[in-house]
């Protein structure tokens, strides 16, 4: 019972709890060290994993990892179902820092949605867990990832507010893209505000840090907000300038590049490169509008009323067309709004699903654990009867193999006492004479006719006048008779004895066995007989 218990104690622990295995672990923990600088690598690890083998923990992890190394190659995308396993799992175990981040990307997936509700809430839990993690480089993100949130909802100052906690706490870990960021969005914040020389003065600070990087993109971004604010200060030589070194790499943001170059050599007025810059903003949708004005500023100031006339109509049909795309993107958002709300409830309802299959599977172990051992059980107490059984039969075999063993010596003594009574009495050694006085004694147990010798025969060799008649059923009784005491090994002289009769008539029944038998010239009857 003991046994049965412990089964039931392992099945219950291997249905509940699933264990990694160490080649996986070993695969998480090369993910979790190339994912900061090398996130592609880090990615093609995790996709080796099999999620549904991994434990609790690290499929957790396995989740957080994914979803750091989507973020960091720009992959991360809307659906927040991965994210949401890791955001489930470590606040229950109390890991502040992965929690932390677990909500950040949720709050990242959301800001893909552009659901700022679901994003603000899950920052604000990010924050929260990021405080108590003590993670001075974590805390600094996160206080940049808010201010960002206040740039969309345009509130200047919360975002110099967080901007600044994010500089002061990322100053304490060193790391120039970080603190690069956070005066951007210090930055950010004054320029919103219309402070263009506080502006300048963050942006020319985070010129210093992206050197320190030696991330061109970095500094091509620095440029341009820097050209951009001396060009609202009217420092027009100046926003030039930094606005050719911002063109040095491609990103997207290349058309507001042009654009803000373009306004400078307008209000210089060298108009032919203020209009070369303008053009490079024609693809710009969201551009075309402020693009179009601009041209036509340029083409009144040549004296092209013509062509004026004609960017005029321009501006009003992209008008139209941002009007339409502000309609559309607002439909956009609200199916993305909706869809999200779905995909909340599907996450729901499938997790209360997959609770209820464990549960399930639990049960349904426990059942098969129930009914295994019932089988078992009855196996065993089957087994036992068929051991006992097999035990009888062997006894009954042992006893019929006893018998039959004293029926053959039975039948060895027949045929000596026959071959004996053949030979006169006078020519008879001393120990024939003695066997012969042995029969005479003992001739209660020597069979008195044919019937009973045939009894004898059947005994010793399992009912064989019945399964010569079942072989041959021409068979006449006298030839069945015969039959028995050839197998049983009388030669010729004994069968005439016990038989009495004659030679020819034996031979007579001995041809009609053969005939009846098929048998050919070259078989013998007594081997023939051996084998039934």
Do not use: W
């Amino acid at each position: 019972m003991r046994k049965y218990l412990l089964f039931i104690v392992t099945l219950i622990v291997f249905a509940s709890c699933k264990h990694t295995r160490p080649h996986d672990k070993e695969l998480l923990a090369t993910a979790d060290s190339l994912v900061e600088v090398y996130p592609d690598s880090a990615i093609q690890k995790l996709k080796q994993l099999s999620p549904i083998q991994l434990s609790s923990y690290d499929h957790a992890l396995y989740a957080l990892l994914t979803c750091k190394a989507l973020d960091k190659c720009g992959q991360l995308g809307e659906s927040d179902s991965l994210i949401k396993i890791a955001s489930s799992y470590f606040p229950q175990v109390n890991d502040n820092e992965k929690s932390a981040y677990a909500f950040l990307y949720q709050s990242r997936c959301a800001r893909y949605r552009e659901d700022i509700s679901s994003r603000t809430e899950n920052l604000n839990k990010a924050i929260k867990f990021g405080l108590a993690s003590n993670n001075s480089k974590l805390i600094g993100i996160l206080y940049y990832e808010k201010a960002t949130l206040y740039k969309v909802q345009r509130q200047p100052d919360s975002v110099i507010h967080y901007g600044v906690l994010a500089y002061k706490t990322l100053q304490k870990e060193g790391d120039p893209r970080s603190i690069f960021n956070s005066l951007l969005a210090i930055g950010d914040g004054f320029y919103i505000k219309a402070n263009f020389h506080e502006a300048l003065r963050y942006y020319r600070l985070a010129e210093h840090e992206s050197l320190k990087t030696k991330e061109v993109n970095l500094q091509t971004t620095a440029y341009h907000l820097i050209s951009r604010s001396y060009c609202n200060l009217q420092q027009y030589d100046s926003a030039i300038f930094y606005g050719r070194l911002s063109l040095k790499a491609k990103d997207t943001s290349e058309a507001g590049k042009h654009m803000n170059i373009g306004i400078a050599f307008l209000k210089k007025g060298v108009i032919d490169s203020a209009k070369y810059h303008l053009r490079q903003c024609l693809h710009s949708k969201n551009l075309l509008s402020a693009c179009y004005l601009r041209l036509q500023e340029a083409e009144e100031k040549q004296g092209n009323i013509k062509a004026a006339i004609e960017y005029s109509k321009l501006i009003e049909a992209a008008k139209d067309s941002d009007y339409q795309r502000s309609l559309a993107t607002s439909s956009v958002v609200m199916k993305k709004k909706y869809n999200s709300e779905k995909a909340q409830v599907e996450y729901k309802r499938l997790l209360i699903h997959n609770q209820q299959f464990t549960i399930l599977a639990i049960l349904s172990v426990l059942l098969c654990f129930v009914v295994s051992t019932f089988v078992l059980i009855e196996k065993n107490r089957k087994r036992k009867l068929e051991l006992q059984n097999e035990a009888a039969q062997n006894i009954i075999c042992q006893q019929q193999l006893q018998l039959q063993s004293e029926q053959i010596k039975k039948i060895e003594i027949l045929q000596k006492m026959i071959q004996l009574k053949h030979i006169p009495e006078s020519n008879l050694t001393q120990i024939g004479a003695q066997y012969l006085k042995l029969f005479g004694e003992d001739s209660h147990v020597i069979p008195t006719n044919i019937e009973e010798m045939t009894e004898v025969i059947d005994n010793a060799f399992n009912g064989l006048s019945k399964r010569i008649k079942e072989r041959y059923p021409h068979f006449t009784p006298r030839e069945i008779q015969i039959s028995c005491c050839l197998r049983a090994g009388f030669d010729h002289g004994a069968i005439l004895t016990i038989f009495d009769i004659k030679s020819e008539t034996y031979y007579r029944y001995r041809s009609n066995i053969r005939k009846k038998m098929n048998a050919g010239l070259d078989d013998k009857i007594e081997k023939i007989l051996s084998e039934i």
